[in-house]
């Protein structure tokens, strides 16, 4: 079974601050992918990443920055958090076609 | 680009009825469509999908439809059960070869009725 794992369920971090959401799968997927999800909106693409060291901005990227230096691990990072990046975020890799999502990070910012 | 809207937002269908959530999407260049149940605090999950070289597509209860002129694909769920309540997500892309970049709908809240 795909294992895609995000670090934290729960984040609390308060304007301003650096964050840092991590990514792992454990199924040598090239594919990459964070999203945001907020009720109403459905999934929307922050950033994603088709190789190590490769990335591509998504449909929101303002404010978000990725790395990926190992094919496992794939790192979302908001520079300074703002309120507005209150939400939760969604982690996946792509094997067979499928999407396999982490289980999620809600994130707070205050 | 593409876009896709889905209706209805929420949809409350008593149980053993059937269910019908409708995504429609501008792209004609669209050729993937999949459907993704998100449960209440799980995680999204493929739970069927379609390509542009056919029509229908039938797993057990549920089924999706794709008319390609019209530009609209639906998910029919049958017999509808208490574990069905669930968001659902339709989604297309026209890049499923490459990066794979999906479009999403804002998906469908669906409730089940004892």
């Known amino acids: 079974d795909v294992k895609v794992t995000q670090s934290s369920r729960y984040l609390v971090k308060r304007t301003g601050e650096k964050v840092f959401l991590e990514c792992v799968q454990d199924m040598d997927h090239e594919n990459m992918f964070w999203y945001r999800q907020d009720p109403g909106l459905g999934l929307r693409l922050i950033y994603f990443?088709?190789?190590?060291?490769?990335?591509e901005k998504g449909d929101i990227p303002e404010g978000y920055s990725v790395s990926r230096e190992k094919k496992e691990r794939f790192s979302l990072i908001l520079e300074s958090a703002s309120t507005n990046q209150t939400s939760m975020y969604l982690c996946?890799?792509?094997?067979?076609?499928?999407?396999?999502f982490g289980s999620g990070t809600q994130l707070s910012v205050l | 680009g593409e876009n896709v809207e889905q209706h209805p937002s929420t949809l409350s269908v008593q149980e053993g009825d059937s269910a019908v959530i409708k995504c429609t999407y501008s792209d004609s260049a669209s050729n993937y469509f999949p459907w993704y149940k998100q449960e209440l605090g799980k995680r999204p999950q493929l739970i069927i999908d379609i390509r542009s070289n056919v029509g229908e597509k039938k797993d057990q209860r549920i089924a999706v439809t794709l008319n390609k002129t019209a530009k609209h694909f639906s998910l029919h769920i049958t017999e509808t059960q208490p574990e069905d309540s669930a968001v659902y997500f339709c989604a297309a892309t026209a890049n499923m070869d490459s990066n794979y970049q999906l479009i999403w709908g804002a998906g469908t809240k669906l409730i089940i009725k004892p």
């Open positions: 996946a890799s792509l094997g067979n076609e499928k999407l396999f």
């Open positions: 990443s088709y190789d190590v060291k490769m990335k």
